[in-house]
């Protein structure tokens, strides 16, 4: 508390359970696009999944082979990667030019600037952390039906090969690939989905509420 | 505390320059405004009203000039103590409601108390007491969505009046109401301008709001044309 003249000017809260809340309830009212926000994830995460599921059962299933991820397969997945931080920029960019009034808004009922970065990156957070978990059992189921139809390998090898740390990853080493496969879809899927969403959420958080207020849709 | 002057402001000006061009929006404003007064500022469009509504409410920074909002003046203010001033001292009602579509009204009402850190408890009584104040005592859990234009102004109302501000800006309130329903938003204005002593000071051109305001000001090309105290309008008519 401090004062000014004849203010006395307190704090200004904004709990993460009521921003978390908003930013929930942002997602389900936008549910399409935030839906096909989530699908660009999944479909990365899938991709890395897959990739690194299926040289691992190869690996199991025919020993001899040294099978290892192909430098054409890590670059595929690089530009699949980047394809979908694209497309959550895209998203989120649209999502704050059709919420400048609400900016506005919040910002005249006491909001920070840090507010409304926060309200956006949860966002960001709950698309990549979803896409992440679902891209991950798409990547693992893909890499089991790959194992089984055109490897024939049985489940007892899949359990093998899921049990085996993971090549590749340098750390989590010591952990079965099926585990340090999932912390690292939902690392990437998250930290991709909060990059891509950066610029968008700062730049709402920075509008200018009487420019945000004046803006019409 | 008590302070004669909610609002003064002193040579007040805000300039836009469009490249070569040097628009006015205002030049040279001084007001005083008293507590518990209601005063309408009316002028054609582009006379300057939103932007004088935007400097008093601490929304925009003024190219010259003063405005002390309880005696502090507000251009000194950092970002941190200007969302204070937004948060406690003034409620801001706009024509086109603005509220936040995926709360309910009761939420609504809720948000800025939740920005000065209101307990739950609290906040709970206080905004279903202002909802039911304002007539909506039986729409608590509505979205705005499920509200018509005037009730949304009603809870738009409530969420002003959440913090107990020092003055309620209210910006064309009326502009997207029809007659009847503007004039219901007007009446509940005055009643709390009345009941609650709640001084608000409303930017528009609806000729309905002369009635009930204590002192009109006239604004023209940024600046103060004439000021007409309610006797005055009274005489005219």
């Known amino acids: 508390m401090t004062t000014k003249g004849t203010w006395e000017i307190g704090e200004i809260y904004f709990p993460f359970t009521e921003a978390f809340k908003i930013s929930l309830e942002n997602i389900k009212k936008r549910f399409v696009r935030a839906a096909i926000t989530t699908a660009a994830v999944v479909l990365g995460i899938a991709f890395l999944n897959s990739l690194m599921f299926m040289s691992a059962i190869t690996r199991i299933a025919l020993p001899e082979s040294q099978a290892q991820a192909q430098a054409y397969q890590l670059w595929l997945l690089f530009i699949s990667l980047l394809v979908c931080a694209v497309g959550i920029t895209n998203s989120m960019l649209i999502a704050v030019a059709e919420r400048y009034k609400e900016i506005g808004t919040m910002k005249t009922l006491g909001a920070l600037d840090r507010h409304i970065l926060i309200m956006f990156l949860n966002e960001s957070i709950i698309i990549g952390g979803l896409g992440g978990i679902l891209g991950y059992i798409f990547g693992l189921i893909a890499a089991i039906v790959y194992g089984i139809a055109t490897l024939g390998v049985g489940f007892g090898e899949i359990g093998l090969a899921l049990s085996q740390p993971a090549e590749l990853l340098p750390f989590l080493s010591t952990l079965p690939s099926a585990v340090s496969l999932f912390i690292l879809s939902l690392i990437i899927s998250i930290f991709l989905s909060m990059a891509a969403t950066l610029y968008p959420a700062y730049y709402a958080a920075k509008l200018n509420p009487a420019e945000a207020l004046r803006y019409e849709v | ?69 309880d005696e502090v003046d507000i251009s000194k203010l950092d970002a941190y103590e200007l969302a204070w001033l937004r948060a406690r001292k003034i409620g801001y009602i706009f024509q086109t409601f603005n509220l936040i579509p995926v709360l309910t009204a009761l939420e609504n009402v809720m948000l800025p108390m939740i920005f000065v850190g209101t307990p739950r408890e609290q906040r709970i009584k206080k905004a279903t007491e202002l909802l039911t104040i304002v007539g909506l005592g039986d729409r608590l859990h509505h979205k705005p969505a499920e509200l018509s234009g005037g009730q949304q102004q009603r809870v738009a109302i409530a969420r002003a009046l959440a913090n107990d501000p020092a003055i309620v800006l209210a910006d064309e309130p009326t502009g997207n109401l029809d007659l009847h329903t503007g004039l219901e938003i007007i009446n509940l204005l005055r009643t709390l301008n009345k009941e609650k002593g709640v001084t608000i000071v409303t930017a528009t051109h609806d000729l309905k709001m002369i009635d009930v305001s204590d002192r009109i000001i006239y604004l023209r090309d940024g600046k103060i044309s004439r000021i007409e105290t309610r006797a005055e309008v009274t005489v005219e008519l």
């Open chain 2, 1 to 69: 505390m008590r302070y004669e002057y909610t609002v003064e402001t002193e040579d007040l000006a805000k300039y836009y320059y469009m490249g070569k061009y040097v628009v006015k929006a205002l030049d040279g404003i001084d007001l005083k405004i008293r507590r518990g007064e209601y005063v309408s500022i009316m002028g054609p469009s582009g006379s300057g009203k939103t932007t004088l509504f935007n400097m008093i409410g601490g929304l925009d920074r003024p190219t010259r000039g003063k405005v002390y909002i």
